[in-house]
């Protein structure tokens, strides 16, 4: 992306997904304030992304499968109307900034495939749009937060090879409209809860390759919609 891109303050979409484009994204790109949807996905892109904060007005944020690097900015959390954040596939560091707490819009998070650590922040549970995470292939850590069990629209959750230790909340029992958990490849211990078999839109369950002890519970009989354990 040239400089010049910069002096386009009246754009309100820019996508230029699945090209062969390269370089760093220009610092300029702060200067589109009207900017509602950035999609640089799937290119060759280098770089920080520490412009994201001034684009207020973001609500769609497109920045997979490319090399950008550096941490998630605290101004990310300036971004109070995204509603769809992909930064999957790059390399992002550092650990999960406590502004996303600001995100309440925010539907779909993912960003898997990096090397993130830390951990999830609780406050995750305050972001009540959700429908779909993905922090999978990462090196997150620290116990999975029990506020996740409040996102009533929660219908796929990825933590998957992650270093993720302590048990399954039972409060996951409560995602009525969840249809995939992935969590396997990491260090979960504990039991996997009773309660766990009240999910009844459940069609993925996936535990394999942590530290879990006892049994399967037998609610999971309940689970008439469950595809693969």
Same mark, same amino acid.
């Given at each position: 992306?040239?400089?010049?891109?910069?002096?386009?303050?009246?754009?309100?979409?820019?996508?230029?997904?699945?090209?062969?484009?390269?370089?760093?994204?220009?610092?300029?790109?702060?200067?589109?304030?009207?900017?509602?949807?950035?999609?640089?996905?799937?290119?060759?892109?280098?770089?920080?992304?520490?412009?994201?904060?001034?684009?207020?007005?973001?609500?769609?944020?497109?920045?997979?499968? +490319?090399? @950008?690097? !550096?941490? /998630? %900015?605290? #101004? =990310?959390?300036?971004?109070?109307? $995204?509603?769809? *954040?992909? &930064?999957?596939?790059?390399?992002?560091?550092?650990?999960?900034?406590?502004?996303?707490?600001?995100?309440?819009?925010?539907?779909?998070?993912?960003?898997?495939?990096?090397?993130?650590?830390?951990?999830?922040?609780?406050?995750?549970?305050?972001?009540?749009?959700?429908?779909?995470?993905?922090?999978?292939? +990462?090196? @997150?850590? !620290?116990? /999975? %937060?029990? #506020? =996740?069990?409040?996102?009533?629209? $929660?219908?796929? *959750?990825? &933590?998957?090879?992650?270093?993720?230790?302590?048990?399954?909340?039972?409060?996951?029992?409560?995602?009525?409209?969840?249809?995939?958990?992935?969590?396997?490849?990491?260090?979960?211990?504990?039991?996997?809860?009773?309660?766990?078999?009240?999910?009844?839109?459940?069609?993925?369950?996936?535990?394999?390759? +942590?530290? @879990?002890? !006892?049994?399967? %519970?037998? #609610?999971?009989?309940?689970?008439?919609? $469950?595809?693969?354990?």
């Amino acid at each position: 992306l040239p400089e010049s891109v910069g002096n386009l303050d009246k754009i309100e979409q820019l996508r230029v997904p699945s090209n062969h484009l390269k370089g760093e994204v220009p610092r300029v790109i702060a200067n589109l304030t009207e900017l509602r949807y950035l999609d640089l996905a799937d290119n060759w892109f280098l770089g920080d992304i520490s412009w994201v904060g001034a684009l207020t007005k973001l609500r769609k944020l497109s920045l997979n499968s +490319n090399q @950008l690097s !550096g941490s /998630l %900015p605290e #101004s =990310i959390g300036n971004c109070v109307h $995204l509603t769809w *954040m992909y &930064l999957s596939e790059n390399k992002f560091t550092g650990s999960l900034p406590n502004s996303i707490v600001n995100l309440k819009s925010l539907e779909y998070f993912n960003i898997a495939s990096n090397t993130l650590e830390g951990p999830i922040p609780p406050i995750i549970g305050e972001l009540d749009e959700l429908q779909y995470i993905n922090f999978s292939d +990462n090196v @997150l850590s !620290g116990t /999975l %937060p029990e #506020s =996740i069990g409040l996102l009533p629209g $929660l219908y796929r *959750m990825y &933590l998957n090879d992650n270093r993720f230790d302590g048990s399954i909340p039972e409060s996951y029992s409560k995602l009525n409209k969840l249809v995939a958990f992935r969590a396997e490849n990491n260090k979960l211990n504990g039991t996997i809860p009773e309660k766990i078999g009240r999910m009844s839109s459940l069609k993925e369950f996936n535990v394999q390759g +942590n530290n @879990l002890t !006892g049994s399967i %519970p037998v #609610s999971f009989g309940d689970m008439a919609k $469950l595809e693969k354990l």
